[in-house]
């Protein structure tokens, strides 16, 4: 079997890609969001030129040609080429699910079902009162017992959205929310290490048990310092896309949690390399997550996968006024939450369909041979 095709269907913040072999199987994976227009482009000039024509049987065949394309493209090492590998990789393991009639993750040895989630915020726009009033509505409504706030601002050099909001929203989440629901936050880069672990005691204080990203994740050491001065699990990774630097974060302990983003690694199949790596190690894995793209879905056929799995799926909790470009993009509501958990779907490959009047409505390019 080898690659004949492959289709790409583009709106600027998604890309889809459509693999088709020389048998006639087919898979559907996505690049990574943001920019995913110029993540196309990319691809049709710098990925597909070296895997068209090549076998694709097997895991060995397509991590081969992973690593083919990263090193013919070795002078443009870094984030938009994986994020274009992902939309191959994704869809490799689309079309691998669909020809042996199995969801993804009883490809990699896990099990379809049910997984709990935590609802993830992404908005510094709102008061610490409105947050936690949403925070209670989905308590309520869904299940939801667990959830993630945002600190500070982003990549902020240690300027807090606006002054106080963090020391006020560390508090009043931890007044509003049940007793026993989880609280998580994320700095996205913001602070200075001091300014990190002052805010980190008030975290351990507040029975928050999870800050991910305190200090600008491209200074690990800094990260390091507030690792080590906390109680409390200390997180990151989501940008991190070269397995040397994540060798580093795991071997060094640079954070207690890792959490790759699937898409911004190239994939699937090197996202599970970070799993296994931080596995060796007995570091958790709580992967990325951030939009209802097929990020979410491929990211909850890993956790059903890997033994060493967080013990929450990460869950947008925006709708269309954040992310209008999520709207209508698959079939059928993949995303249903009843009880605090999501259910994977035992369909074969990822177990969703794209919408067609999303993919009628999209920039089509090709990439072929006869």
């Not at 609802?119 to 510094?124: D, E, L, N, V």
Request: hydrophobic letters at 35%; proline letters at 5%; a negative charge.
């Amino acid at each position: 079997m080898k690659i004949k095709k492959l289709e790409t269907f583009t709106k600027p913040f998604v890309s889809f890609l459509k693999i088709t072999s020389d048998t006639g199987a087919e898979g559907y994976g996505q690049m990574s969001t943001y920019h995913a227009d110029i993540t196309a482009q990319i691809f049709h000039k710098q990925v597909a030129p070296w895997v068209l024509g090549k076998s694709c049987n097997s895991l060995e065949d397509i991590e081969d040609l992973e690593n083919l394309v990263l090193e013919k493209e070795h002078k443009f090492p870094g984030s938009y080429i994986l994020r274009a590998i992902a939309g191959l990789d994704t869809a490799w393991w689309d079309m691998k699910g669909k020809l042996e009639n199995k969801p993804v993750v009883s490809l990699i040895n896990g099990n379809p079902g049910k997984l709990k989630v935590y609802g993830s915020s992404m908005k510094r726009d709102i008061t610490p009162q409105e947050e936690a009033d949403r925070f209670m509505k989905l308590e309520d409504e869904c299940g939801i017992s667990a959830f993630k706030f945002r600190l500070g601002s982003e990549c902020g050099r240690n300027i807090d959205e606006w002054p106080g909001r963090s020391e006020e929203i560390i508090k009043i989440i931890n007044k509003n929310l049940d007793p026993s629901s989880e609280k998580l936050v994320d700095a996205n880069s913001c602070f200075t290490p001091k300014r990190a672990i002052e805010l980190g005691h008030l975290l351990e204080e507040n029975g928050i048990n999870h800050y991910e990203e305190p200090c600008p994740y491209w200074e690990p050491e800094q990260t390091l310092e507030v690792t080590n001065a906390l109680t409390i699990d200390v997180t990151g990774g989501e940008q991190d896309c070269d397995l040397r630097i994540w060798r580093d974060i795991i071997n060094r302990k640079i954070v207690n949690i890792v959490q790759p983003d699937i898409m911004y690694m190239g994939g699937l199949t090197r996202a599970l390399k970070v799993a296994k790596m931080a596995e060796e190690k007995s570091i958790i894995c709580t992967p990325h997550a951030a939009n209802l793209s097929l990020v979410t879905i491929c990211t909850m056929h890993l956790l059903k996968a890997i033994p060493n799995a967080g013990k929450y799926l990460e869950f947008s909790i925006e709708g269309e006024d954040y992310y209008p470009w999520q709207k209508n993009l698959f079939l059928n509501n993949p995303f249903k939450i009843d009880d605090g958990k999501i259910m994977l779907s035992e369909d074969p490959g990822w177990g969703i369909t794209i919408n067609p009047q999303w993919i009628e409505e999209s920039n089509y390019a090709v990439s072929k041979i006869d």
